[in-house]
T-cell receptor
Framework: KNQVEQSPQSLIILEGKNCTLQ??????????LRWYKQDTGRGPVSLTI?????NTKSNGRYTATLDADTKQSSLHITASQLSDSASYIC?????????????FGRGTQLTVWP | EADIYQTPRYLVIGTGKKITLECSQT?????MYWYQQDPGMELHLIHY???????EKGDLSSESTVSRIRTEHFPLTLESARPSHTSQYLC?????????????FGPGTRLTVT
């Protein structure tokens, strides 16, 4: 069964600190992995997208890594800001369908305190 | 920011009422999607469309129906709302066929059925 598991479920950090969110997946055959940020009451917004051949990608203070062999990804947030408080969702796409079906994790709820 | 819009943003309605959730995008995307998301849970695909006059059911069974008469418009209808339909509904769109392309999400509609 194709699944995407994220940890931790929730995380509280102080403003200015770094943090790392984890994503493990069993989706096969793998196409790409995306990290989205979802603010409360809003739709998800894409942060990064990585294919099989990419093992790291940055977007400002966000850096995603991918290990396709172990089927693990992480999202590292540097120098956190209050506006980083949101749910971060790991999404994996498979190659087994024309739709490019997306498999969503439940997200990590990040809270940044001043 | 993605040009995809949803109305209403919030809706509280009584059991048995017919409702239509609107979704429109100005990016000319062929593919459109409806997802359902409960608090703290992953997004579930309930409907998708490859283009005009194309609609398919997603992974999660839903009593809702959709139509795609125009490229830019993908409304979702519930003929008789029930409390079990209470959830957040997210609309998304993407360019056609390539699995690596981005899905752009609307802000969502928070539906409460009393």
């Amino acid at each position: 069964k194709n699944q995407v598991e994220q940890s931790p479920q929730s995380l509280i950090i102080l403003e200015g600190k770094n943090c790392t969110l984890q994503c493990n997946y069993t989706v096969s055959p793998f196409s790409n992995l995306r990290w989205y940020k979802q603010d409360t009451g809003r739709g998800p917004v894409s942060l990064t997208i990585m294919t099989f051949s990419e093992n790291t990608k940055s977007n400002g203070r966000y850096t995603a890594t991918l290990d396709a062999d172990t089927k693990q990804s992480s999202l590292h947030i540097t120098a956190s800001q209050l506006s980083d408080s949101a749910s971060y969702i790991c999404v994996v796409s498979d190659r087994g369908s024309t739709l490019g079906r997306l498999y969503f994790g439940r997200g990590t709820q990040l809270t940044v305190w001043p | 920011e993605a040009d995809i819009y949803q109305t209403p943003r919030y809706l509280v309605i009584g059991t048995g009422k017919k409702i239509t959730l609107e979704c429109s995008q100005t990016m000319g995307h062929d593919k459109m999607y409806w997802y359902q998301q409960d608090p703290g849970m992953e997004l579930h695909l309930i409907h998708y469309s490859y283009g005009v006059n194309s609609t398919e059911k997603g992974d999660l069974s839903s009593e809702s129906t959709v139509s795609r008469i125009r490229t830019e418009h993908f409304p979702l209808t519930l003929e008789s709302a029930r409390p079990s339909h209470t959830s957040q509904y997210l609309c998304a769109s993407s360019e056609s066929h390539n699995r690596g392309v981005e899905q752009y999400f609307g802000p969502g509609t928070r539906l409460t059925v009393t």
